[in-house]
């Protein structure tokens, strides 16, 4: 296993359109988390997933944004109706078990361009 | 909540030179800290961390101490290289949900960029 992976890389999207962005985390890892990131700033958390149940939401995640984590392998977070707003780097993260001292590995990001 | 800040970049060195960001924080409890480094094209990666007072976190020649009586965490270098350059985000354990999960807090970042 090479670590978290993310698809697609890139994505540019017309205003009004919906995305879906795939993460694969490690795979022994039950604890799954994306954070987003815009320009100059660091990532910012949305949302975490223990195996398949998503169990914590930021309230940056507007009704807008969707996650799944079926049979608590992958997940996909999908944006509806994108807006210019929504454009910056999405981050998936994975982590095992249990305690604070978990190191949470990244994959390499989404990077998603609103036009 | 609790917060992360950074010390404002970006920072330009000579290789060789000493290297310090300076990262203080704000938390309820005790949370872990944590040094990620980006290089450009790829994910973040774990630099170092410390989970409790007065630890020191070292890796790859940068150290950090964990101070709880300043509520800082700042990095340090004795000597950089061209290959260190990049962003630097310091980050915090934050809990969520009662299952000890833990989010991350992170600072904006730091652009480091050395010289040869």
């Known amino acids: 296993d090479t670590g978290v992976s993310q698809d697609p890389r890139h994505k540019i999207t017309k205003r009004g359109q919906n995305v879906t962005f795939r993460c694969d985390p490690i795979?022994?890892?039950?604890?799954l988390y994306w954070y987003r990131q815009t320009l100059g700033q660091g990532p910012e958390f949305l949302t975490y997933?223990?195996?398949?149940?998503?169990?914590?939401k930021s309230r940056l995640l507007s009704d807008r944004f969707s996650a799944e984590r079926p049979k608590g392998s992958f997940s996909t977070l999908e944006i509806q109706r994108t807006e210019q707003g929504d454009s910056a780097m999405y981050l998936c993260?994975?982590?095992?078990?249990?305690?604070?001292?978990?190191?949470?590995?990244f994959g390499q990001g989404t990077r998603l361009t609103v036009v | 909540g609790d917060s992360v800040t950074q010390m404002e970049g970006p920072v330009t060195l000579s290789e060789e030179a000493f290297l310090t960001i300076n990262c203080t924080y704000t938390a309820t409890g005790y949370p872990s800290l944590f040094w990620y480094v980006q290089y450009p094209g790829e994910g973040l990666q774990l630099l170092l961390k410390a989970t409790k007072a007065d630890d020191k976190g070292s890796n790859k020649g940068f150290e950090a101490t964990y101070r709880k009586e300043t509520t800082s965490f700042h990095l340090e270098k004795g000597s950089v290289q061209v290959s260190d350059s990049a962003v630097y985000f310091c980050a915090l354990s934050d809990r969520i949900g009662v299952q000890g999960a833990q989010k991350l807090v992170f600072g904006q970042g730091t652009r480091l960029t050395i010289n040869p």
């Open positions: 993260a994975s982590s095992l078990g249990s305690g604070l001292k978990r190191e949470a590995f």
């Open positions: 795979s022994e890892h039950n604890r």
């Open positions: 997933f223990q195996n398949e149940a998503q169990l914590e």
